[in-house]
C-alpha cells in the first residue's frame, strides 16, 4: 500500500544496503519511522515489543530473521537457537511457529554451507505469498461486500465494523480484514469503516485509523464500547475482524474484545466475518478455548496510554492510580458458532470442520 503516494510493504529486503527493513510501528500515526534489523536479537525484540504487529508480519519477520542468522552462523546449533529465540516472543500467534517451522524444515537436511542463500531465498517468498493470499482474501470479501451493497439504497455506504487492526501493517501488504475494503474502494462500492480503538495498544486508533485516512477510505474511529449501541441501531452491516489463531474447528483467537463485539453481531443479527491467511489454521487444536495459549502482557499497557504530548513530542501518560495494577490478556477466543463465515484465500467457508475441510482437503 502507499503512504505518502510511495508504495511500501511493511518488512522488505534493501537490496542496497543488504538490509532487512520494517516501518516501527511504535509510533505510528505520529511519526513514520523505517528501522533496519540486522541482529537475531533485533528481530527478537522487534516481534516481542511490537515493532510489527499482526501474525501474518510476525511470520515474515521470524522468517527473515532465520535468514539474517544463517548468514553470520549456518550451524546448526544457530538454527536450533534462533528458533527457540525467535518462537519464545509471542506465544499466541501461529503464524510465527508456523513461519519458523517452514524455515527449519528446509534448511535442516541442507549443508550449513549452502543454507543462507536458501534461507534468504524462502523468507521473500514467505513474504511474497503472504502478499498475494492476501490479495485473494480481498477478492473474496468484495463479493460479500457486492451482495450486502446490492441489498442497500443507492449510494448508501456498506457499514463495516473492524477490531483492532488487521490492515496492511499486520501484514506484508493489503491487510486480511482490510484487504475487502480496499478492494471494494477499488471497485467504487462505497463503504463507511467503524474503527474501534481497541485498548489497551490502541492499534485501531493509531494503524487502522492512519491506514484508513491514507487511502481515502471514509470511516471513523469510535471507543470499543461502541459497537454494541450501533449494532442496536442498525448502522452496522458486517463486521470483518483478523485472527492470530483460528482452531481445525473454527473458533477463532483474536485480538481482546474481538468476543465481544461477536456476541454484540449474534444478538443483533449482524454477519460477523473473520478473514484470515491459511497460515494461521492451527490444524492441531480444537479447543480454542482451552487449548490456545494467551499471551499476559505487561500491565503498563493498561495504565499507561501511548500519545502526542502538548510539546509535540511522542510519550506515555499514567491514567489510573498510583499502585493499581493492570491485567492485561492480549487476546480472547470467539467461538466458531458466532462466526459468520471465514474469509481464505482459497474462498469462503463455515467455522466448523466441514467447512474448513471443504476448502483445505489435504489437512483433513
Not at 12 to 34: A, C, M, N
Not at 147 to 157: D, H, M, Q, V
Not at 348 to 361: D, I, K, Q, R, T
Request: with cysteine.
Amino acid at each position: 500500500m502507499k503512504v505518502n503516494g510511495e508504495h511500501y510493504r511493511s518488512i522488505w529486503f534493501d537490496s542496497d544496503s543488504g538490509r532487512v527493513e520494517i516501518i516501527d510501528q511504535r509510533w505510528l500515526p505520529h511519526e513514520f519511522r523505517v528501522v533496519a534489523l540486522q541482529t537475531l536479537e533485533d528481530f527478537a525484540i522487534a516481534i516481542r515489543d511490537m515493532w510489527v504487529r499482526g501474525a501474518p508480519l510476525i511470520g515474515a519477520t521470524a522468517a527473515y530473521g532465520i535468514a539474517v542468522e544463517m548468514a553470520r552462523d549456518p550451524s546448526d546449533a544457530a538454527l536450533n537457537a534462533s528458533w527457540e529465540v525467535l518462537h519464545a516472543t509471542r506465544p499466541t500467534a501461529i503464524n510465527l511457529r508456523w513461519a519458523l517451522d517452514e524455515m527449519r524444515a528446509l534448511l535442516a537436511p541442507l549443508p550449513a554451507a549452502s543454507r543462507a542463500p536458501v534461507a534468504m531465498e524462502r523468507a521473500h517468498q514467505i513474504a511474497d505469498e503472504d502478499v498475494e493470499c492476501n490479495r485473494q482474501i480481498g477478492l473474496n470479501g468484495l463479493d460479500i461486500i457486492k451482495k450486502i451493497a446490492a441489498n442497500k439504497p443507492k449510494g448508501e455506504p456498506v457499514r463495516i465494523l473492524t477490531h483492532c487492526n488487521a490492515g496492511w501493517l499486520a501484514t506484508v501488504d493489503w491487510g486480511t480484514a482490510t484487504s475487502p475494503m480496499y478492494h471494494a474502494i477499488k471497485e467504487g462500492i462505497p463503504i463507511h469503516v467503524w474503527v474501534d480503538e481497541t485498548r489497551p495498544r490502541n492499534q485501531g486508533a493509531q494503524l487502522t485509523a492512519w491506514e484508513m485516512l491514507s487511502h481515502d477510505v471514509p470511516h471513523q474511529l469510535i471507543v470499543d464500547n461502541a459497537g454494541g449501541h450501533l449494532m442496536q441501531h442498525g448502522l452496522v452491516d458486517m463486521v470483518i475482524v483478523g485472527t492470530d489463531r483460528t482452531t481445525a474447528n473454527g473458533d477463532v483467537c483474536n485480538k481482546i474484545g474481538t468476543y465481544l463485539k461477536a456476541l454484540a453481531a449474534h444478538d443483533n443479527g449482524v454477519p460477523f466475518y473473520v478473514a484470515l491467511p491459511s497460515p494461521t489454521i492451527d490444524w492441531t487444536v480444537h479447543d480454542g478455548i482451552a487449548e490456545i495459549p494467551i499471551e499476559e502482557r505487561n500491565d503498563h499497557e493498561v495504565t499507561h496510554v501511548q500519545g502526542k504530548l502538548a510539546d509535540g513530542n511522542i510519550g506515555d501518560v499514567q491514567i489510573s492510580p498510583d499502585g493499581t495494577r493492570g491485567g492485561n490478556p492480549a487476546f480472547d477466543v470467539t467461538p466458531a458458532r458466532l462466526v459468520t463465515g471465514l474469509i481464505t484465500e482459497r474462498g469462503v467457508c463455515a467455522a466448523s470442520p466441514e467447512g474448513l475441510a471443504s476448502l483445505f482437503p489435504e489437512h483433513v
